[in-house]
């Protein structure tokens, strides 16, 4: 589960780490090429040389497979960071918040249930 409080990059940092400890010959070219980028591409963007938009962060959510709630979070976090409008960054920061929320609200609630059992 991906978390409201990282940041994407470190999301696809995961992403490219996990897929290479399951496959040793795994490698960013592998990973930009089932993300459908380029290989440069994909590496500015884990550099901090680039940036990506919404609509990248959407399709690159859909082909690593992400839950609904995976992918909205994914997308908020990319929106947050690069935004060009203010507000869609504001607005994907309030989303974000959210989902932390409800995060800790669930934790609460699978420690009540510990406690219960």
Known sequence: MISADRNYRDVLRDELNLRIRANSRYSLRAMARDLKLSPSRLSEVLNCKQGLS????????????????????????????????????????????KHLASDSYRELQMDAFRVVS
């Open 54 to 97: 919404r609509a990248a962060a959407e399709q690159i959510a859909e082909r690593l497979g992400y839950s609904n709630d995976e992918r909205a979070i994914f997308c908020d976090l990319v929106e947050s960071a690069h935004s060009r409008s203010k507000t869609a960054k504001a607005i994907a920061k309030i989303r974000l918040q």
